[in-house]
C-alpha cells in the first residue's frame, strides 16, 4: 500500500524555516512525512578558514573535473539520495526533492557539479537567501570530487559576497575541511548578522571565474588561487 501522497513544501515556508534556522528532514525516501530540525549544535564552515591541503589544490588546479553550477540539480538531489554503503536509506525524500526543485526555480537553491567528461562524479546542493548558503548534502563517485565542488563553492561564495556557510551537522569530513561547531543560539546571531543582499550571484562569480580562467585555460587556477593557506 503507497503513503498518500503530500503537497510539495512552499517555496515560502522553506525560506521562513531557513530564516528561522531550521530545516526540514524525513525518516526515508519514500516518507511523506517531514519534520522539521533545529540542531543544538551548529556546523559551519568559516569561509577564511577553509583547508586546502596541497593534495587538494594540485587536483584544483588541474581541473581534473570540469565544474559547472545549476546545470543538474535534479540530479545531484538524487544522487545525493542514493543508497550509499552503510547508508542504505535517505533523509531526502521524494518530497523534500520535489520541494527543493521549487525552491531551485524560484533561485533559491543551487547546484555545483563535478564531470568526467559527461559523466556526473560528484557535487552538492544547497539553499541560497541574503549572503547565506546552507549546505544540503554532497556526493562523490571519485576521489577528491565533493571536496572539489565545496572549494568552488567556498571560492565564488567568497567572490559574490557571501559571509555564511551553514553545514548543518558536523562530520569528519567537513571537519578536516575546517568547519567547526557553534551552539545553536549563536548561529541564530551569525544568520541575522547576514541579512542583505550580496555583491553578485553565484552565476556572476561562475561567469567572472570562467572569463579569467579561459586566459590560460584553467578555472581551476583561479579558484586554487583563492585559498592562500595550505596545509
Known amino acids: 500500500m503507497h503513503s498518500p501522497r503530500l503537497p510539495a513544501i512552499p517555496v515560502e515556508v522553506l525560506l521562513l524555516a531557513y530564516r528561522s534556522g531550521i530545516f526540514p528532514m524525513s525518516d526515508s525516501r519514500d516518507d511523506p ?6 540542531p543544538r549544535e551548529r556546523a559551519i564552515l568559516p569561509l577564511d ?30 544522487a545525493c539520495a542514493a543508497p550509499r554503503p552503510g547508508h542504505p536509506e535517505s533523509w531526502i525524500s521524494e518530497r523534500i526533492h520535489e520541494s527543493y526543485s521549487h525552491l531551485h526555480e524560484a533561485g533559491h537553491a543551487h547546484s555545483i557539479e563535478c564531470w568526467d567528461g559527461e559523466e556526473l562524479v560528484g557535487g552538492l546542493y544547497g539553499v541560497s537567501f541574503d549572503m547565506v548558503f546552507c549546505g544540503e548534502s554532497m556526493f562523490s563517485r571519485r576521489t577528491d570530487s565533493s571536496k572539489v565542488a565545496l572549494a568552488w563553492l567556498v571560492a565564488l561564495m567568497k567572490r559574490a559576497g557571501y559571509v555564511l556557510l551553514d553545514c548543518q551537522f558536523m562530520t569528519d569530513h567537513l571537519a578536516s575541511m575546517g568547519a567547526t561547531e557553534l551552539p545553536q543560539a549563536k548561529y541564530l546571531e551569525l544568520l541575522a ?3 542583505g543582499e550580496t555583491t553578485m550571484t553565484l552565476a556572476q562569480a561562475m561567469a567572472q571565474v570562467l572569463e579569467e580562467g579561459s586566459a590560460y585555460s584553467s578555472p581551476g587556477k583561479v579558484i586554487a588561487q583563492s585559498f592562500t593557506q595550505t596545509s
Request: aromatic share 12%; proline share 0%.
Open 33 to 38: 512525512e517531514i519534520f522539521w530540525v533545529e
Open 49 to 78: 578558514g577553509f583547508r586546502m591541503s596541497r593534495s587538494l589544490a594540485k587536483v584544483v588546479r588541474k581541473d581534473r573535473f570540469r565544474i559547472t553550477l545549476d546545470t543538474a540539480f535534479g540530479d545531484v538531489m538524487r
Open 193 to 195: 548578522g547576514a541579512e
